[in-house]
């Protein structure tokens, strides 16, 4: 199996991101598998959706480490050890240092609820209404030790409505990121793109693969 296609995910809480994935696996439109799920947290409800799925998960607390550097060479064996190709943040909450960006160059991506480098760190919904912003979305990212700031893979737009509270917006976006996080993947995988400088340029589309709910 190409390495590309062997996938780690790294959660904290609800793992919608992660089903998201599991989804697009189990119904062929991205050809890929989850080889090791991770949390920071015990309590993270993507754990029982990684369970649900038959996929190994295991939680690596970042409390029983004594340095960054040691917890991210923690998850970077673990991932290692599954022979993981591609990284997925889904929702993890901590900030990944050189030890793991080093190890995955240019194969750890990111989910990001608004369209950076708009509104990058914590809260990104509530920055966006706060600002007063027409139109916010998502975006998914390469992994630099820039906070949210790594080139860009895909982005889908979202309108603000004018009766839109954090949770309707949130849920609005939630959808764009469940359909845009499959996608980028498989541009990464597709090898078909350039760096140049900090812009990601696809230089042909993926292989077509079936259509959502197919
Ligand atoms: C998503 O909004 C994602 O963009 C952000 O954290 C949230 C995680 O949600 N990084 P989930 O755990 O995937 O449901």
Known sequence: MHADRRLGVLISGRG???????????????????????????????????RAAGIESMVLSHRNFGSRDEYDRALTNALRERRVGLVCLA????????????????????????LLPA?????????????????????????????DGGPIVAQAAVPVLDDDTVESLSARILVE????????????????????GRRLRRTAAPEPR?????
């Open 16 to 50: 919608s991101n992660l089903q998201a994935l599991i989804d697009a696996i189990a119904s062929g439109r991205l050809d890929a598998s989850i080889e090791i799920v991770i949390s920071n947290r015990k309590d993270a409800a993507g754990l029982e959706r990684a």
């Open 91 to 114: 929702g993890f909450m901590r900030l990944v240092g050189s030890e793991l960006i080093d190890a995955f160059p240019n194969r750890i991506l990111n989910i990001h609820p608004s």
């Open 119 to 147: 509104f990058p760190g914590l809260n990104a919904q509530k920055q966006a209404l706060d600002h007063g912003v027409r139109l916010t979305g998502a975006t998914v990212h390469l992994v630099t030790s820039e906070l």
């Open 177 to 196: 990121e469940h359909r845009i996080y499959p996608e980028a993947i498989r541009i990464l995988q597709s090898r078909l793109w350039t760096m140049e």
């Open 210 to 214: 079936l259509p959502a709910g197919s």
